[in-house]
C-alpha cells in the first residue's frame, strides 16, 4: 500500500501570503492518480486538482499542482480568506485510494 | 444538478449493524464507480470501499473487509453500504463520492462529487 505523507501537518499564514504544501509518496505514484482535495469545518471534501496539475472546475487559478513520481506540491498563490482550511492529497493505486494525513492551513 | 444525498446513519452498539444509502440525481448513476470514504471525529479522510458501474468488481480497505458490503441499485441510482459487527473505531463520518476516471486527462482518476456525509456513532 502506498503511503501519502502530507508536510507540513500545519501551515500559518497571513492573507495574501503564498502557501506551499507538500505530499510525499512512500513509491513512485502516477501523475494521473494524484489529486488534492480542500476541506472546510462541518463541509465535505472538495476536489481542487486532479491528474498532479490539472485544476477542477471553478477552482480559481491561484491553486496550482506540480511534481511527480513521490514528491507533488500544491501552491496557493496568494491566500483569500476563504482559502483557511484543511488540504489532502490523494492518491489510486492497486484498485484502492489513500489519502495523505492532512495539512492546515490557519490565519497567522 | 448533480447530487449524492447520504442517510441512514445513526447510534448503534458495538456488534450492530447499519446500512448507509447514498441517492443519486443530475447524472447517470449507471456510468460511474463510487466509493464510500469516511471521517472519523478530529482525523483525516479514508477510503472504505468502491464498486463498479455494474457492480463486478467491489474493493475494500483491509481494516472493513468481511464485515461492510457495498452495493448498488442502478435502477434506483443508490449507493448502499451494510455494515455489520461495528466497532467503536468505525465512528465517522461516511461520505459517498463518485468517482471519475477520465480518458481525456490521461486516464486520471480522482472523486469528483461528494455528498454531505451521514453520521454513523458506535458507542454503548
Known amino acids: 500500500e502506498i503511503v501519502l505523507t502530507q508536510s507540513p501537518g500545519t501551515l500559518s499564514l497571513s492573507p495574501g501570503e503564498r502557501a506551499t504544501l507538500s505530499c510525499r509518496a512512500s513509491q513512485s505514484v502516477s501523475s494521473s492518480y494524484l489529486a488534492w482535495y480542500q476541506q472546510k469545518p462541518g463541509q465535505a471534501p472538495r476536489l481542487l486538482i486532479y491528474?498532479?496539475?490539472s485544476r477542477a472546475t471553478g477552482i480559481p487559478d491561484r491553486f496550482s499542482g506540480s511534481g511527480s513520481g513521490t514528491d507533488f506540491t500544491l501552491t496557493i498563490s496568494r491566500l483569500e480568506p476563504e482559502d483557511f482550511a484543511v488540504y489532502y492529497c490523494q492518491q489510486y493505486g492497486s484498485s484502492s485510494w489513500t489519502f495523505g494525513q492532512g495539512t492546515k492551513v490557519e490565519i497567522k | 444538478e448533480v447530487q449524492l444525498v447520504e442517510s441512514g446513519g445513526g447510534l448503534v452498539q458495538p456488534g450492530g449493524s447499519l446500512r448507509l444509502s447514498c441517492a443519486a440525481s443530475g447524472f447517470t448513476f449507471s456510468s460511474y464507480w463510487m466509493s464510500w470514504v469516511r471521517q472519523a471525529p478530529g482525523k483525516g479522510l479514508e477510503w472504505v470501499a468502491n464498486?463498479?458501474?455494474?457492480?463486478?468488481?467491489?474493493y475494500y480497505v483491509d481494516s472493513v473487509k468481511g464485515r461492510f458490503t457495498i452495493s448498488r441499485d442502478n435502477a434506483k441510482n443508490s449507493l448502499y453500504l451494510q455494515m455489520n459487527s461495528l466497532r467503536a473505531e468505525d465512528t465517522a463520518v461516511y461520505y459517498c463520492?463518485?468517482?471519475?476516471?477520465?480518458?481525456?486527462?490521461?486516464?486520471?482518476?480522482?472523486?469528483?462529487?461528494w455528498g454531505k456525509g451521514t453520521t454513523v456513532t458506535v458507542s454503548s
Open positions: 491528474g498532479a496539475s
Open positions: 463520492a463518485r468517482e471519475k476516471r477520465d480518458p481525456y486527462s490521461q486516464g486520471a482518476h480522482y472523486m469528483d462529487v
Open positions: 464498486i463498479k458501474q455494474d457492480g463486478s468488481e467491489k
